[in-house]
């Protein structure tokens, strides 16, 4: 078997120099395909083989090293991480994402900073206190920077606070890591609404724009203006800010993706009585996470797959009903998958009080369409890749503003970046701290050979969900988490 994996190595390695000679650019040594692949650059492996030895203190330590949100991302994160995973040419790709959790969760004495808070005159603004806005912070304050977070929410967070429903990401568990970044001298401002990129670049030495995509796109049909016609985000929005929106009985959800699924999982909880969620391709083709969709689908959510909607139907200013047409896949796109295209007489009916769109999120941009303002392009804020610059001289951006609606990790990446660059502009090193030399730990090979399959978190059974929005997917146990760590190849370390 390690043979095999040193085929795999040896050819994923040649592939990525031969990348990095080709662009004349070196990004730095490539010591795993999974932390390759996160975009925060987390040290997978040598956090999994701590967790193997029972060291979970030092897993949690060598993350936030590179992440700060552990427990959001030990729970919320779409983990491109396993996707790279090696094991998975074996059998199947660890549970890095349900380890993560496992160590922070039981883990002891993690509240500690990594650094000594930093104190003075803040140095840096930063616009938005979701994960890019805060992750941004973290890793100034841990380069002796202080940062002010200006953000427009009574609550910090952005999509993690009011996008994510509590029975994926617990508020408790949220505060755990943004009282974390905070520790480290980082002082947040909430409630405050920032109105001129100006003036902030007057009063500090840089600024970070993380404001994320904080409105839902429009579905352009008629009747979209009917009472009962409600944003996903605003929607899931309300509950996020301890408020009980007002939910129908019969309510139908256009779109595929997380938000889509969150909304139609939280109307039940809410007291929908049937919950149906419309998607103009293939379940194969959904965005949302696959456990999300067998969730929903166990809880009693419907799906109507290849189907669009055409108009909403209405009476007295509020909904009665949704037209929606079947759809076959036609040509392929750009993006490689077939385009959807109408059924010509295909249109039939769906009796609701309720329509959530959630098709997508438009980035917020408003402060910044200004005269001399930074560059926009789509809607979206222009910058350098590779360091998070603007067009606009000490004006760094990144998050869901840039992409338009990414991962939480992908923000997390992002801040992360800009932080580095932001640090290297006003005269630092611009280095993160060392990550790596914590354990040399390797499982023994006759263990590899006998590793048990995957592990699976449990979850609540469905009959305990919907009586409110506790956690659904839980933890694993000491016996599970140990034996699943001690299925990494850890496939970082050179052979002799």
């Known amino acids: 078997m390690l043979s095999t994996l040193r085929y795999f190595r040896d050819e994923y390695e040649e592939h990525i120099y031969l990348k990095h000679c080709r662009a004349g650019v070196c990004e730095g040594l490539v010591w795993a395909p ?20 029972g060291k979970l203190e030092q897993a949690v330590d060598i993350i936030r090293r590179r992440n700060p949100f552990v427990s959001v991302c030990g729970r919320v994160c779409d983990h491109p991480c396993e996707q790279r995973c ?23 004495a993690v509240g500690e900073p ?12 930063i616009v938005g206190g979701g994960p890019a806005g805060l992750t941004c912070a973290y890793f100034l304050a841990l380069m002796g920077r202080k940062s002010v977070v200006f953000e427009e929410q009574p609550i910090p967070g952005g999509m993690l606070a009011l996008g994510i429903p509590e029975y994926r990401l617990p508020k408790d568990v949220l505060q755990r890591d943004v009282d974390f970044i905070l520790a480290h001298g980082v002082e947040l401002r909430t409630g405050v609404r920032v109105e001129s990129i100006e003036e902030l670049r007057q009063q500090y030495k840089a600024v970070f724009v993380g404001s994320g995509a904080q409105k839902a796109r429009s579905l352009g049909i008629e009747g979209e203006d009917l009472e009962g016609v409600v944003d996903s985000l605003e929607f899931l929005r309300e509950r996020g800010l301890g408020r009980e929106p007002w939910c129908g009985k019969s309510v139908v959800v256009i779109g595929g993706g997380n938000v889509a699924v969150d909304a139609a999982r939280s109307a039940l909880r809410l007291g929908a009585e ?21 969730e929903a689908i166990e809880e009693g959510v419907e799906l109507e797959l290849l189907t669009a909607p055409t108009r909403i139907l209405g009476e007295a200013g509020k909904v009665t009903g949704i037209e929606l047409a079947r ?31 959630a098709i997508g999120q438009v980035s917020s941009v408003e402060t910044l369409e200004v005269e001399d303002g930074p560059d926009l392009e789509r809607g979206r804020v222009k910058i350098d890749p590779r360091t998070g610059a603007t067009s606009v001289a000490n004006v760094f951006s990144g998050g869901d503003c840039v992409s338009g609606g990414g991962s939480a990790i992908e923000a997390i990446g992002a801040g992360q970046k800009a932080a580095l660059a932001i640090d290297e502009m006003l005269g630092g090193s611009g280095e993160l701290p060392d990550d790596r030399g914590f354990t040399s730990y390797q499982t023994p090979e006759e263990e590899l050979d006998a590793a048990p399959p995957r592990a699976q978190e449990p979850v609540l059974p469905v009959g305990e969900r919907l009586d409110g929005f506790c956690e659904v997917a839980l933890c ?14 850890r496939c970082d370390l050179e052979e002799d």
């Open 34 to 53: 999974c932390e390759h692949a996160c975009p925060a650059g987390v040290n997978v492996p040598e956090y999994v083989a701590s967790i193997a030895e």
């Open 86 to 108: 090696r094991r998975s040419e074996l059998d199947q790709p660890l549970a890095i994402r349900a380890l993560k959790r496992y160590a922070i969760d039981n883990a002891e």
């Open 114 to 125: 990594l650094a000594p808070p930093v104190d003075g005159e803040a140095e840096v603004a």
């Open 274 to 294: 049937k919950v149906t969620i419309a998607y103009r391709r293939t379940r194969e083709e959904m965005p949302a996470y696959e456990e999300e969709i067998e």
């Open 327 to 357: 759809m076959e896949l036609g040509e392929a796109e750009q993006d490689g998958r077939r385009r959807p295209e109408p059924v010509e007489g295909s249109e039939f009916v769906v009796e609701c009080d309720m329509v959530l769109p």
């Open 476 to 489: 694993l146990d000491c016996e599970a988490a140990t034996a699943e760590a001690r299925r990494c190849l």
